[in-house]
Structures are given as C-alpha cells and as structure tokens.
C-alpha cells in the first residue's frame, strides 16, 4: 500500500482555506463549517467570535441539542477564549418559532403544538369523536375497546401519546398533509380519523400550526424583524421545508442581517 504524505492529504490547504472563509465570513446567509475533530470545530468556533457583534449587549445565539452541549460548549468556549459570557443557548423548537415570528411580526412566543400538550388534548377529543363518529373511529375504538365499555385509561393515554408524537413529526417534515387536512382533503380509508382528528385539535388550540406560519410567511415581500447571527453546535437537523424557505426569502428586499454558522461533527465510517 503505497503511504501518502500529509499535504497529499490535504484538500484544503491553509492558505485557500483562510481566504474562502475570509470571503465567506463577511457576508450574511448560511455558512458551514465540517469536521470530524470537535476541538477543530471549537477552536473555529471560538475564532469566529473574535469578530464583535454590531452592539456589545446584543448576544450571541447557539443552537444545541441538549443542555449537556449547552454545558460542554460553555467551558470550551471559556478555555479558548478566556471569558465568555453574554450568550444564549437555544434549542431547536425555541428557534423556529423565533424565526417565525421575526418574519411575521406576531406570533405565539413558544410553540403550543408540543408533544405533552397535544396529547393531553387528544385525550380530551377522543372519547367524543369515537362517539359521533363511529364509522371513522372504528379502528381506534376497537383498540381502545371502547365497543365492548371497559376502556382503559391508561392505555387510552398511551395511544394519545403515540398520536401526539406522530404529529410532531407530520409537523415538522410533512407539513403538506397538514395544510390539505387543513384544507379539507382527508385521506380514504383506516387513516381518514388523523386527519379528522387534527382538524379537531387545530379547532382546541385556536392557533396556527408551523406549517401554516411558514405558509403566511411565504406570502409576505419582507420579513418584519430579523436579526441575529444563529451559531449551530454541532450541526443539527433543521426542518428541510423551513431551511429551504429561509434560503428562499434571503435575496428579498428589506432584509436584516441574517446569518447562520453551521459547524458540522461528521461521523466516520466503518472499516470495510
């Protein structure tokens, strides 16, 4: 096997390297950075916010996962750099809805549509909707039991659970279905009662879903208010429907400072 010295390695010498980000780091929109090394990424990290904000009380907004990154990041940034300090860590359902309602101008300041709280209000619909609509709810009732009168609550709150969680995933990466039940296209056969039942619950929460805001906002010339530069640690996964939106509304007129700073944690793979 023949051995290849480090420059051969090196797709991205030093040089090219620092003048591309130089290039990059000057403007506004999504920058990504990618490593397989956390501590390359940290001290990238660290050498980005040498560059000040445009005001000293504004903060610098991370992205996280966990509070666990929150922590780790926090003394990293703070064995790099010497102080840190003045920053906020987010995470990513906090983050929508920030985005959303610096487009909209208004807007719920966190998202009602949350696992917890969709549950609790599925388990207040069910019973009434297995009642009236016998025919669509048939599935459900016979794994509830309810035809035969020994429904059990604790497995009626599971299934709830189970829903709930189903949602938030419709949610976030199949907001399309959301917006045709919305519109009154339901789905044929065993699967009408989602559809039926998220029009319900719409109803209960008497607030626009994600999809919907996304849609309104698609609809405007300009954000209203937006104005931050979102650091994202490691890289996670963002609603692709909601990123390609916010690539889409970039070159509008109007626009306030926007950037995100991706930094990417690759995975290696395993040996053949």
Not at 125 to 130: A, G, V
Not at 159 to 181: F, G, H, K, N, S
Not at 187 to 211: C, I, V
Request: with cysteine; charged share 25%; proline share 6%.
């Amino acid at each position: 096997m023949t051995d290849l010295s480090q420059q051969e390695l090196d797709f991205y010498p030093d040089s090219k390297l620092e003048k591309d980000i130089a290039q990059i780091t000057t403007g506004q929109g999504i920058v990504l950075f990618t490593s397989n090394d956390p501590e390359e990424l940290i001290k990238r990290c660290a050498q980005d916010l040498g560059s000040p904000l445009s005001s000293p009380f504004k903060k610098e907004e991370f992205l996280v996962q966990s509070r666990g990154m929150n922590s780790w990041l926090k003394l990293q940034l703070a064995d790099k750099l010497g102080v840190f300090a003045n920053a906020k860590f987010r995470f990513p359902e906090e983050t929508i809805w920030m985005i959303l309602r610096g487009f909209l101008g208004y807007g719920p300041d966190k998202n009602p549509y949350t696992k917890e709280g969709m549950a609790w209000r599925i388990f207040h619909l069910l019973p009434e909707l297995i009642k009236t609509q016998e025919r669509d709810f048939s599935q459900v009732s016979r794994y509830l039991g309810t035809s035969l009168g020994n429904q059990d609550a604790n497995r009626s709150f599971r299934l709830c659970r189970q829903v709930a969680t189903l949602y938030d995933t419709y949610l976030t990466y199949r907001p399309e279905m959301i917006m045709d039940w919305m519109a009154g296209k339901l789905p044929d056969g065993g699967n009408r009662w989602q559809g039926l039942l998220w029009q319900h619950l719409r109803k209960e929460f008497k607030e626009k879903s994600l999809p919907e805001l996304v849609n309104n906002c698609a609809l405007l010339k300009s954000p209203k208010t937006l104005n931050f530069c979102l650091r994202d640690y490691p890289f996670l996964e963002f609603p692709p429907y909601l990123l390609s939106f916010l690539i889409y509304c970039k070159p509008m007129v109007g626009f306030g400072p926007f950037t995100f700073m991706f930094y990417n944690l690759l995975r290696s793979c395993g040996g053949m």
